[in-house]
């Protein structure tokens, strides 16, 4: 966990978003009213069952999907009303790493351009940052000459993660980023991530099933159920003292 904190102004602030998919009386509420606020340097954990809504509002963060209604600040810019310059600084400050590293990597691309991809985008310069960056994540700065099927599934995440901090992102939006791989190489990966915040003061949103996992990360946790959040507090509360029935069966679990 993390005590770096401005608790005053959250780095990311999600008020009474709504998610509705499909039409007329075919209308179904994935999100429905979810507000969370989540400040710099710190991590969240948003736990919750397979279709609890969890991925779909880290999809809204990320400006990837349009709420219904509701409003995503990050910083007090909002996500999807901001243009111009104030969006793609927004987009250089939130960045996300994906479940399934192999898929989220294109496997017709080296390291090197996969990682440096952002860089480019975004006309920064790229000497030497692919192997830093590499470094960083615990790979040989050697790696960027290879393709993504030549490594493991560890591997694979963590040049994905390479990638996710190139723009020195201040948000990374975590989607069950150890799901996918074995129980050795996940604790590997969660050190990462621990040591990466602390090296660089970024805030995570940490999607998991796991509540083992989301102990060992969040500061905070926010427990959501059919779209809504049922339960939230700090870590050790909410894991020791739950209030909500929903949040004491996946204890129980």
Known sequence: MNDVADRTSPLLEIRDV???FGHGRNTRRVVDG?????EAGRTLGL????????????????????PASGRVLIDGLSVHESRGASLKDIRRRVQMIFQDP????NPRLRVRDIVAEPL???????????????????M?????DRFPHEF????????????????????????????????????????LLQDLQRSRGMAYLFITHDLGVVAHMADRIAV??????????????????????YTKTLLGS
């Open 18 to 20: 709504v998610v509705e």
């Open 47 to 66: 736990v919750g069952e397979s279709g609890s809504g969890k991925s779909t509002l880290s999809r809204v963060v990320m400006g990837l999907l349009s």
């Open 224 to 245: 959501m159920r059919a779209g809504r959040i049922v339960e939230e507090g700090d870590a050790l509360s909410v894991l020791t003292s739950p209030t909500d029935g």
């Open 102 to 105: 192999a898929g989220s990597l």
């Open 140 to 144: 040989p700065a050697s790696s960027m």
């Open 120 to 138: 480019i985008v975004h006309g920064l310069p790229l000497k030497d940052r692919v192997g830093e960056l590499l470094e960083e994540c615990g």
């Open 152 to 191: 493991s599934g560890g591997q694979r995440q963590r040049i994905a993660i390479a990638r996710a901090l190139a723009l020195r992102p201040a948000l990374v939006i975590c989607d069950e980023p150890t799901s996918a791989l074995d129980v050795s190489v996940q604790a590997q990966i969660l050190n």
């Open 34 to 38: 979810v507000s969370l606020r989540l």
